[in-house]
């Protein structure tokens, strides 16, 4: 190293799929972020769980450990870098770090959803960084975007495309018309998909996601826990074959509207206007559209997971932190301010238009039947399609969308429906949302 640069002391908590790009771009490229910065970055130690485990990477021996204090007493590290995931030990970890005087990044969502104020205002007392650009959309940057660029504005809505994983599935269904387990096996196959990609499909890793970026951007808590979701698994080819039909397509959409009765955060598959930019975002791109007072709407694209992406967002926010602990720490600007205590509201206060398909008897008036169901509850019809009859099965596939509704008359409609003889199934219901861009 040269005696001419100064140095900062890294450590890394995980070696994993993300730890071993950001451990690769510094004991390999340190070339590249020296040329950057001005400032040697010095990679001390690693904490694994097993350090005999077989590596992508070849890392010198004497920088693996397994013994967490390697790193978060070592005084030569003034940076560490979380990459373990999940809340424990992560959290025991990063309050250990900032609390001896360490500056932190992460890319644990997890960590950040449902801890991030406790640790903004533990970094803030302790006059540390916190960073973690990485946990929200990889390699697209939005925390800075909205605590800084942005921090003028007052925002209004989210929406946004935040998982990778099933925006792919959804792309195969539709681009391909592939069946919803065959657009799995497909992202496994080509590693868009961890073996346990529960948390992707169910919707609760956008939603982890979303519970971040709102609460920066409202400035007021949103508990992840309050944020309500749903996934992808209902979705079939023919739902988009309709939605094309109607001119929509349909996507993972995770919403956040600050709204005069309180803050209202839901992540569910939604019909969208097949012209808007977010119906084009295709693969495993994510794409967040932020609505600010000042600015209007702007949109971030990129790719949201990833080893390299997240890589880039890591090693943005160590160059950032790098140059502050030259400067004199500026880290006052950097910390998110969450001074907002707003009400929650919950899905059965949302308005929207709904998509519905359903199988039923393929005989005459059970339209009107159906009609007369959906007028009980003051749902009003904004059209219909019937196509395909089963003829050996007589029955018929409807799809019907409605005008604006509330949330709690389509539950109240649906409870009634099911029980209609001649309903055989409502297999799927879809919320549309008319974007504006
Ligand atoms: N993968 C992505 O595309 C992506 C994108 C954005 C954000 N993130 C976030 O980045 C973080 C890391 O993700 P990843 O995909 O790299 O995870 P990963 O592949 O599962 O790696 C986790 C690493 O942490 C180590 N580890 C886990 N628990 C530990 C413990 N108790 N003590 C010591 N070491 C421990 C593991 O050690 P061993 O190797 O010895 O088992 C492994 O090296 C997560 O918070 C994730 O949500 C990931």
């Given at each position: 190293?040269?005696?001419?640069?100064?140095?900062?002391?890294?450590?890394?908590?995980?070696?994993?799929?993300?730890?071993?790009?950001?451990?690769?771009?510094?004991?390999?490229?340190?070339?590249?972020?020296?040329?950057?910065?001005?400032?040697?970055?010095?990679?001390?130690?690693?904490?694994?769980?097993?350090?005999?485990?077989?590596?992508?990477?070849?890392?010198?021996?004497?920088?693996?450990?397994?013994?967490?204090?390697?790193?978060?007493?070592?005084?030569?590290?003034?940076?560490?870098?979380?990459?373990?995931?999940?809340?424990?030990?992560?959290?025991?970890?990063?309050?250990?770090?900032?609390?001896?005087?360490?500056d932190v990044i992460t890319?644990?969502?997890?960590?950040?959803?449902?801890?991030?104020?406790?640790?903004?205002?533990?970094?803030?007392?302790?006059?540390?960084n916190f960073r973690f650009d990485a946990?929200?959309?990889?390699?697209?940057?939005?925390i800075?975007?909205?605590?800084?660029?942005?921090?003028?504005?007052?925002?209004?809505?989210?929406?946004?495309?935040?998982?990778?994983?099933?925006?792919?599935?959804?792309?195969?269904?539709?681009?391909?018309?592939?069946?919803?387990?065959?657009?799995?096996?497909?992202?496994?196959?080509?590693?868009?998909?961890?073996?346990?990609?529960?948390?992707?499909?169910?919707?609760?890793?956008?939603?982890?996601?979303?519970?971040?970026?709102?609460?920066?951007?409202?400035?007021?808590?949103?508990?992840?826990?309050?944020?309500?979701?749903?996934?992808?698994?209902?979705?079939?080819?023919?739902?988009?074959?309709?939605?094309?039909?109607?001119?929509?397509?349909?996507?993972?959409?995770?919403?956040?509207?600050?709204?005069?009765?309180?803050?209202?955060?839901?992540?569910?598959?939604?019909?969208?206007?097949?012209?808007?930019?977010?119906?084009?975002?295709?693969?495993?791109?994510?794409?967040?559209?932020?609505?600010?007072?000042?600015?209007?709407?702007?949109?971030?694209?990129?790719?949201?997971?990833?080893?390299?992406?997240?890589?880039?967002?890591?090693?943005?926010e160590?160059?950032d932190v790098?140059?502050?602990?030259?400067?004199?720490?500026?880290?006052?600007?950097i910390?998110?301010?969450?001074?907002?205590?707003?009400?929650?509201?919950?899905?059965?206060?949302?308005?929207?238009?709904?998509?519905?398909?359903?199988?039923?008897?393929?005989?005459?008036?059970?339209?009107?039947?159906?009609?007369?169901?959906?007028?009980?509850?003051?749902?009003?019809?904004?059209?219909?399609?019937?196509?395909?009859?089963?003829?050996?099965?007589?029955?018929?596939?409807?799809?019907?969308?409605?005008?604006?509704?509330?949330?709690?008359?389509?539950?109240?409609?649906?409870?009634?429906?099911?029980?209609?003889?001649?309903?055989?199934?409502?297999?799927?219901?879809?919320?549309?949302?008319?974007?504006?861009?």
């Amino acid at each position: 190293m040269s005696k001419d640069n100064p140095t900062i002391g890294v450590g890394l908590l995980g070696l994993g799929s993300i730890g071993i790009g950001v451990a690769e771009a510094l004991l390999c490229h340190s070339e590249r972020l020296l040329s950057k910065a001005k400032i040697e970055f010095d990679l001390r130690q690693i904490l694994v769980r097993d350090i005999e485990k077989v590596r992508a990477i070849r890392i010198p021996s004497e920088i693996l450990t397994e013994n967490p204090s390697s790193v978060l007493s070592d005084p030569a590290i003034q940076v560490v870098i979380e990459l373990i995931g999940g809340i424990h030990p992560a959290i025991e970890y990063v309050r250990q770090a900032l609390c001896s005087g360490k500056d932190v990044i992460t890319a644990n969502k997890e960590l950040v959803a449902q801890k991030g104020p406790e640790l903004f205002e533990l970094a803030r007392k302790c006059g540390r960084n916190f960073r973690f650009d990485a946990a929200v959309c990889g390699g697209i940057p939005i925390i800075g975007p909205i605590t800084r660029d942005l921090q003028a504005n007052d925002f209004k809505s989210i929406h946004a495309i935040l998982n990778g994983t099933t925006n792919f599935i959804i792309t195969s269904i539709e681009e391909k018309a592939m069946g919803f387990d065959e657009s799995l096996a497909l992202a496994r196959e080509l590693g868009f998909a961890e073996s346990d990609s529960s948390n992707d499909i169910s919707g609760l890793d956008a939603a982890n996601k979303l519970a971040i970026i709102a609460t920066l951007a409202f400035r007021s808590y949103v508990d992840p826990a309050k944020v309500y979701f749903e996934g992808i698994q209902k979705l079939r080819s023919r739902d988009f074959l309709y939605a094309k039909e109607l001119g929509y397509g349909i996507k993972l959409l995770a919403t956040a509207e600050d709204r005069e009765d309180g803050i209202l955060v839901r992540v569910h598959p939604a019909l969208i206007p097949v012209s808007h930019l977010l119906a084009k975002v295709s693969g495993i791109y994510n794409a967040v559209q932020l609505y600010g007072s000042y600015s209007g709407n702007i949109v971030f694209h990129g790719q949201g997971a990833g080893r390299w992406p997240t890589t880039s967002a890591i090693l943005g926010e160590l160059l950032d932190v790098g140059q502050s602990i030259f400067t004199d720490h500026a880290f006052h600007s950097i910390l998110p301010v969450i001074d907002g205590n707003k009400p929650m509201r919950t899905i059965l206060d949302l308005e929207a238009s709904y998509y519905l398909r359903m199988t039923v008897s393929d005989k005459a008036g059970v339209f009107g039947q159906i009609a007369e169901i959906l007028g009980s509850v003051d749902i009003s019809i904004a059209s219909v399609i019937q196509k395909d009859a089963d003829k050996e099965k007589g029955t018929a596939e409807i799809v019907i969308t409605t005008h604006p509704s509330r949330e709690y008359q389509i539950q109240e409609s649906l409870a009634i429906l099911s029980d209609l003889s001649v309903v055989s199934t409502v297999n799927n219901v879809i919320r549309i949302e008319e974007l504006s861009s």
